[in-house]
């Protein structure tokens, strides 16, 4: 994030580089920064003749070249953005000549998704030196809570751990999703307003009382009551809680409390830090460790591998995913 912040703030101050290589397997940052590009390099005015967007699908890298090397009209540069760049993969290194001098008045920006140059080529080292190559590399799911509170902080609010945990859990990893979510919680909550499981519930459809999380916490408390309600409420509303993901997250779950189990050192820091968790979510495997002593929990971790290849219609092509829930329910507690 602060290599985006370093990138947009050079622009903003005037300092544009006549090529920008944009890659990796997170699409989030490459769109925010070809955006910035496409609306702040040129004037609404400007921008007639002087701004066009190419696919790589349907384009060459001499196609590429050519529009690179026109000059602006009545405007000191031209961009030219490039999406889809990743499908000119094998004929990237035609780009060299360009590379090597490109025209300063051109500033060519190319969006190279779900893929990444290889560093050792030289037309990547030709752009490293004239422009700038950023590398948007795909965030794990422990690290996306961290930076929903990173991206709220930067404008003016907060959010709750358990709030944070719910975007994650339903909307996975996909940066512009839990984005576009928060754009819309923006919109109805007030500033340093902290964003609480209510406000999720309220304002974007996730229960904060039916779902994994609150799932997670029930059997981790050996709550019997709490964790059937829940698990009928998934077993009437299959389509929005796969047993799949529900299964995945509590073998998750399970693992990280082994190696709880196998911590000498059991300082909220530093679980946190072996885990790969929220501090705020420490006393829910102290909890957990007490009811469930390391040899449970390995005899658990190979009921939900089995039961995750049943889910999957392995050998058991016939059982509902009720059924499954309840075996899910006896294996555990």
């Known amino acids: 994030m602060n290599e985006v912040k370093q990138i947009v703030n050079d622009i903003r101050n005037g300092n544009v580089k006549p090529i920008y290589l944009l890659m990796g397997e997170e699409p989030y940052y490459i769109d925010k920064i070809s955006e910035y590009i496409e609306k702040n390099v040129l004037t609404e005015g400007e921008r007639g003749f002087n701004q066009m967007v190419l696919y790589g699908k349907e384009v060459t890298i001499e196609d590429i070249v050519a529009n ?9 540069k031209q961009v030219v953005i490039v999406k889809e760049a990743q499908h000119l993969a094998r004929s990237i290194e035609k780009l060299e000549a360009y590379a090597k001098d490109p025209l300063h008045s051109t500033v060519l920006v190319l969006c190279y998704k779900y893929a990444k140059l290889d560093k050792r080529k030289k037309v990547y080292k030709l752009i490293q030196e004239k422009g700038v190559c950023f590398y948007s590399k795909k965030l794990y ?7 929903i509170r990173k991206v709220l902080q930067g404008k003016g609010y907060q959010i709750t751990p358990k709030a944070s945990s719910l975007l994650v859990e339903f909307l996975g990893t996909d940066l512009s999703k839990i984005n576009n979510e928060l754009e819309k919680l923006k919109l109805v909550l007030p500033k340093e307003k902290e964003i609480t499981a209510v406000d999720i519930e309220e304002n974007i459809g996730i229960s904060k009382d039916y779902n994994n999380f609150e799932l997670k916490k029930a ?19 299959p389509k929005d809680n796969p047993f799949v993901v529900t299964v995945t997250l509590l073998h998750t779950f399970f693992v990280q409390l082994l190696k709880y189990h196998g911590m000498a050192d059991h300082n909220p820091k530093s679980v ?23 040899k449970k929990v390995s005899g658990i971790i190979a009921h939900l591998r089995t039961l995750d290849l049943k889910g999957k219609g392995v050998g ?3 059982i509902s995913q009720a059924d499954l829930l309840k075996e899910l329910l006896v294996h555990i507690i």
């Open 68 to 76: 690179a090397k026109r000059y602006p009209m009545m405007a000191e």
């Open 219 to 237: 059997i981790g408390e050996r709550n019997v009551m709490k964790a059937s309600r829940i698990l009928n409420y998934f077993a009437q509303n």
């Open 141 to 147: 799911e422990n690290q996306i809570a961290d930076w």
């Open 272 to 294: 946190a830090s072996a885990l790969g968790i929220n501090p705020y979510f420490v006393n829910e495997y102290r909890v957990a460790a007490k009811n469930y002593p390391m």
């Open 316 to 318: 058991a092509t016939s």
